[in-house]
């Protein structure tokens, strides 16, 4: 079944220590996204990709790094710049450049002690 | 102005109630609408697009109103089930598409 993968979907770090989060999909979409969800608020999104080797900065990027070197694959490093990494991280994928639905991943929930 | 907006709620309605949502939008220039279910401490997932024309799935419409930048859900004799966070997506056209989310208005129906 094609559909979007993001791992872990718990993760637990130190303060200070960056940490990548993964998303696979195999839907052969364009356009990739990462959206941060904080308790009882809607998505803001970080950085989104619409073809390989490019990205765009979201609304709220600083303290978040991405690559896009393949179509399926997009990871999200959350560096220690990122003053409060706490919350829960969606990604999103569409079939092209985001004018179709999007397709979300179960999230990964990223706790910085 | 944020990019998109909705209701702030919560609703809380007994079963059966009809319960009407809305979103604006500021980008007129958009082109695509969707409403997103999310359910607690899960991902979001596509309830419905909608169309220029309006579109009705169900016990659920959507409608459209590009003049006035405002798009709705209404959802008829509502079920336990139902209850939930509503989003409100926009897509933000230009050089970059880029998705845009609404807040999110929680919906709780009660017995």
């Known amino acids: 079944d094609g559909g979007i993968t993001q791992s872990p979907k718990y993760l637990f770090r130190k303060e200070g220590q960056n940490v990548t989060l993964s998303c696979e999909q195999n839907l052969n979409h364009d356009a990739m996204y990462w959206y941060r969800q904080d308790p009882g608020q809607g998505l803001r999104l970080i950085y989104y990709?619409?073809?390989?080797?490019?990205?765009q900065k979201g609304d709220i990027a600083e303290g978040y790094s991405v690559s896009r070197e393949k179509k399926e694959s997009f990871p999200l490093t959350v560096t220690s710049a990122q003053k409060n990494p706490t919350a829960f991280y969606l990604c999103?994928?569409?079939?092209?450049?985001?004018?179709?639905?999007?397709?979300f991943g179960q999230g990964t929930r990223l706790t910085v002690v | 102005r944020k990019e998109v907006e909705q209701d702030p709620g919560p609703f809380n309605v007994p079963e059966g109630a009809t319960v009407a949502f809305n979103c604006t939008y500021s980008n007129s220039a958009s082109q695509s609408f969707f409403w997103y279910r999310q359910d607690c401490r899960k991902e979001p997932k596509l309830l419905m697009s909608?169309?220029?024309s309006g579109n009705e799935d169900g016990r659920f419409t959507a409608q459209l109103n590009r003049a006035s930048q405002y798009i709705s859900l209404l959802i008829r004799d509502s079920k336990l089930s139902d209850s939930a966070t509503y989003l409100c997506v926009v897509n933000t056209p230009g050089g970059y598409n880029k998705l845009i989310f609404g807040a999110g208005t929680r919906l709780a129906v009660h017995p």
């Open positions: 999103a994928s569409t079939r092209d450049r985001g004018q179709t639905e999007a397709f």
């Open positions: 909608v169309y220029s």
């Open positions: 990709s619409q073809i390989v080797n490019d990205f």
